[in-house]
């Protein structure tokens, strides 16, 4: 791992995912903690450069659609407890489950667009099992 991805990985923990965590307080009413696959990501700068924008931003703007009423945000409180990101190589080897609280969402971040999931997609998966 290079000096410039630890640093990205310094960054994203430090700033970018508790920022996210605390937005999500706002739209909801509670923090859901992020667990994310720092070795899946560890040579793949471009991979962290794009997963704030490819799972946070995304999953947010789903949320806000999600939450844009009191029945929605107690549904979300109640039902998700934690996401969990993985970075994966091939748009092939994309998932997204929503199990037992869990969010998981194995993006080919490198890939940019090409390789995320839409917010449409994030909501639709929420709504139907919250």
């Not at 070795?39 to 939450?67: K, T, Y």
């Not at 407890?81 to 929503?98: C, G, P, Q």
Request: with cysteine; net charge negative.
């Amino acid at each position: 791992m290079s000096l410039d991805e630890r640093r990205k990985i310094k960054s994203l923990l430090e700033v970018t995912i508790p920022a996210r965590v605390k937005e999500i307080e706002e739209i909801c009413g509670a923090p859901v903690p992020y667990e994310i696959d720092w070795d899946s990501l560890s040579d793949d700068m471009e991979g962290l450069n794009f997963l704030d924008n490819i799972s946070c931003h995304r999953l947010n703007m789903a949320l806000r659609v999600i939450c844009q009423d009191d029945l929605g945000k107690e549904a979300v409180r109640q039902g998700l407890k934690k996401i969990r990101l993985k970075n994966v190589k091939n748009k092939a080897d994309m998932k997204m489950t929503f199990e037992a609280g869990i969010l998981e969402m194995h993006c080919a971040y490198a890939q940019r667009t090409d390789g995320m999931f839409s917010d449409n997609d994030i909501r639709a998966l929420l709504t139907k099992s919250l």
